[in-house]
């Protein structure tokens, strides 16, 4: 195939991402709609830190915040609440800025463009890290660097929580869909290397008419194992590092509900939520 027939077939697939329905949709607010359950995840976060506190947590760091979709449900639950939410991307925050953070929020929320690792200031009662952001550091010294990064910036009683995907097909190269609302969401695990345990994965939207939001977010993480985040978050100095293993259902599908546990089944995919507190 000649160079300028390739040239071709590209430019037809970049004007298919703009066409139809995929232009006129946002993308930040599809991924919101497809992988964020804020409510639940902050139920599962008050529950955890009350267990172990006896008290309610008051302040929330959000890192990996993207739009800060967690941090506005956060401040909506109590006048008393203030977030702090930290994220690379300054088009992500700015969206989040305008879609999420209403007036009588806004005043109670600081958005940091910042690199999470060096963040240790001002402490929390809560820190989090969603939808396996942290994988994004590669090497065992810079996970090891941002987990030192989060306690220092924690309350002598906080908490955190961060979340990791597994099982035997975390490592295969597959793509997975489902329907959400008037769209498709499609979850692309295109490159893994069993050398590096690195693996390169995509979103992509796709609508009613066929058109295609194609690589609306891509992410080059390094996957981890439950026992490398334990060692870690306990060499930051957590003094207690839980897991919370998500259940599934019959189809094998997440049903959302986290159980303490210390042994299971390995499955095509799981999920956890590991609690780490001071
Ligand atoms: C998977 S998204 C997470 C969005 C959202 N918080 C969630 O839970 O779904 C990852 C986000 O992490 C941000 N990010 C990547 N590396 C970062 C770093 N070192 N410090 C701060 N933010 C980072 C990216 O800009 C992106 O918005």
């Not at 910042?114 to 065992?140: E, Y």
């Not at 906080?158 to 499609?186: K, N, P």
Request: include cysteine.
């Amino acid at each position: 195939m000649g160079k300028k027939k390739r040239k071709k077939r590209k430019l037809k697939r970049r004007q298919g991402a703009t066409a139809g329905l995929a232009a006129a949709a946002d993308r930040h607010e599809c991924y919101q709609k497809s992988v964020q359950s804020p409510q639940a995840d902050l139920d599962f976060f008050c529950a955890r830190f009350a267990e172990r506190r006896s008290r309610q947590p008051r302040s929330l760091r959000e890192d990996f915040c993207g739009t800060a979709y967690l941090s506005s449900h956060w401040l909506r639950g109590g006048a008393e609440r203030t977030a702090l939410a930290v994220d690379l991307d300054p088009e992500t925050l700015a969206w989040g800025e305008l879609h999420n953070l209403r007036p009588d929020i806004a005043e109670r929320i600081e958005l940091r463009c910042a690199d999470v690792r060096s963040i240790s200031s001002p402490k929390v009662d809560l820190a989090c890290a969603m939808n396996f952001s942290f994988c994004v550091f590669k090497q065992r010294a810079d996970l090891r660097r941002y987990f030192d990064a989060v306690a220092e910036g924690l309350a002598d009683d906080g908490v955190f929580v961060c979340e990791l995907y597994g099982g035997t097909e975390a490592i295969v190269e597959i793509e997975e869909s489902r329907e959400v609302e008037d769209f498709t969401f499609t979850w692309e695990q295109a490159k893994y290397n069993p050398i590096t345990n690195e693996t390169l994965c995509h979103i992509h939207f796709t609508f009613e008419d066929g058109s295609r939001i194609d690589k609306a977010f891509t992410y080059d993480w390094r996957l981890w194992s439950i026992p490398e985040v334990r060692e870690l978050l306990e060499e930051a100095g957590f003094r207690s590092v839980d897991v919370y293993w998500e259940a599934v259902d019959e189809d094998g599908d997440g049903t959302g509900e986290h159980h303490l546990s210390t042994e299971e089944q390995n499955q095509e995919g799981w999920l956890v939520l590991i609690v780490a507190a001071k």
